[in-house]
């Protein structure tokens, strides 16, 4: 809303478009608001934002996002996440979102490690950021790396209900239903829960054999 009202005072702020485009995709992207509702919204504000200033790193970065997460164009997503950490070397979510949102769906283990370690070094205190790393490393077939470095974070902040999230997806993958169950809840308990959420517990509930709960 802000940033709507921020774009309305004065149309030519291209940031007011890219952080209203940013807000939209986390929406989607974190299950809050079905992506068929926000990801069309979110590409029209980016390519208003870099219509405005094509310069502008972090908002190729949104736009790699949206051409991966939700029109799975990969070819496009790719040279765009590109342009963006040419621009914004030091953007940690430029890295982050391209390790996350274009190298790992495409299996590419080793550049997507590279990518969100860049994103740790530039940004070492970012729950979200160093939760990626659990999941790159977790997906990459590091499940043991993934666990120490996910109960690393939740030592320094176990608030942040997205470690908790991807422990409990780790921990269902390795075969411990018991504490993938408990990660859920906690998980669901700090942030009241989303869809993914909900379907992660249930297949941890699977896993345990008790069926009537899943």
Same mark, same amino acid.
């Given at each position: 809303?802000?940033?709507?009202?921020?774009?309305?005072?004065?149309?030519?702020?291209?940031?007011?478009?890219?952080?209203?485009?940013?807000?939209?995709?986390?929406?989607?992207?974190?299950?809050?608001?079905?992506?068929?509702?926000?990801?069309?919204?979110?590409?029209?504000?980016?390519?208003?934002?870099?219509?405005?200033?094509?310069?502008?790193?972090? /908002?190729?970065?949104?736009?790699?996002?949206?051409l991966?997460l939700?029109?799975?164009?990969?070819?496009?997503?790719g040279?765009?996440?590109?342009?963006?950490?040419?621009?914004?070397?030091?953007?940690?979510?430029?890295?982050?979102?391209?390790?996350?949102?274009?190298?790992?769906?495409?299996?590419?283990?080793?550049?997507?490690?590279?990518?969100?370690?860049?994103?740790?070094?530039l940004?070492?205190?970012?729950?979200?950021?160093?939760?990626?790393?659990?999941?790159?490393?977790?997906?990459?077939?590091?499940?043991? /790396?993934?666990?120490?470095?996910?109960?690393?974070?939740?030592?320094?902040?176990?608030?942040?209900?997205?470690?908790?999230?991807?422990?409990?997806?780790?921990?269902?993958?390795? /075969?411990?239903? /018991?504490?993938?169950?408990d990660?859920?809840?906690?998980?669901?308990?700090?942030?009241?829960?989303?869809?993914?959420?909900?379907?992660?517990l249930?297949?941890?509930?699977a896993?345990?054999?008790?069926?009537?709960?899943?």
């Amino acid at each position: 809303d802000h940033f709507i009202a921020a774009a309305s005072e004065q149309p030519d702020y291209p940031l007011a478009y890219a952080g209203l485009a940013d807000a939209l995709l986390l929406l989607g992207v974190y299950g809050a608001k079905p992506a068929a509702s926000v990801f069309p919204p979110a590409r029209d504000a980016i390519q208003k934002a870099l219509s405005l200033d094509p310069s502008l790193g972090e /908002g190729h970065a949104t736009y790699g996002a949206v051409l991966s997460l939700y029109d799975w164009d990969w070819k496009q997503a790719g040279e765009t996440f590109r342009r963006a950490v040419a621009l914004s070397p030091r953007s940690p979510t430029a890295w982050q979102w391209r390790a996350m949102h274009h190298l790992l769906p495409q299996a590419r283990f080793d550049e997507a490690r590279a990518a969100v370690d860049r994103a740790r070094a530039l940004d070492p205190l970012s729950m979200a950021i160093a939760t990626s790393v659990g999941v790159v490393y977790h997906l990459a077939g590091d499940s043991a /790396g993934a666990i120490r470095a996910l109960r690393r974070e939740l030592e320094l902040d176990p608030s942040f209900p997205m470690t908790h999230y991807f422990l409990g997806g780790v921990l269902r993958d390795m /075969g411990d239903a /018991g504490r993938a169950i408990d990660a859920f809840h906690a998980a669901i308990g700090k942030s009241g829960g989303t869809p993914e959420m909900t379907a992660g517990l249930a297949q941890a509930y699977a896993r345990a054999g008790d069926l009537d709960r899943a």
